[in-house]
């Protein structure tokens, strides 16, 4: 009884002095998202992170084969659905610097060292008080959609200019992109003629 007490009473000095080391700054400078957050504060966002990963997930290897065929899915998945706050090199930028937290530079160690299975699990299920939205359904499609973009993020500290290059073409586009590609594509091709 008295060990059971003592885990209690140390578990609530712990809750407390993290809520000190980590509400009170935030209190104190507001919550505006334009600060950087504190150490402690980054630290439990990634523990907070850590476990809302499913354990079975945690140590996942991908079970989809690396092949040349497979990197260019996840490329080509990545520039149409992700690029717009990762950017196309997956370095965060776009809207994903407007965000709180910012979109991470996944080209770094912080997003590199994570598994195979917790990139699937933050892809697939979001991560929530972030602006990473849950793509997965949990379908077998889903899953099979995923894996490609997993290998693709390991692969983001090697792309190319080449690959980049041809992201941007796979970039989704705005109504007044559209409306301009069409308005050069009749310019170069003249204008279109109406015989049957």
Known sequence: MKRALFILALAFVVIVTAALLIVVPMVRSGLSTHEEPSAMEAFAARMVRRWAVPSDLRDKKNPMPLTPAVIA???????????????????????????????????????????????????????????????????SESAAGTWPLVHFIRHLPKLTPAELREMEKLNPRTPAEHEAMKAEEEFLNGPASHEH
């Open 73 to 139: 899915d996840g490329r080509a998945h990545f520039a149409d659905h992700c690029a717009s706050c990762h950017g196309n090199d997956g370095r965060g930028v776009g809207i994903g610097k407007q965000m709180y937290p910012e979109a991470p530079d996944m080209t770094q160690a912080v997003t590199q060292s994570l598994s195979d299975g917790e990139l699937f699990a933050i892809i697939e299920n979001g991560v929530r008080l972030t602006g990473m939205p849950g793509f997965g359904s949990g379908t």
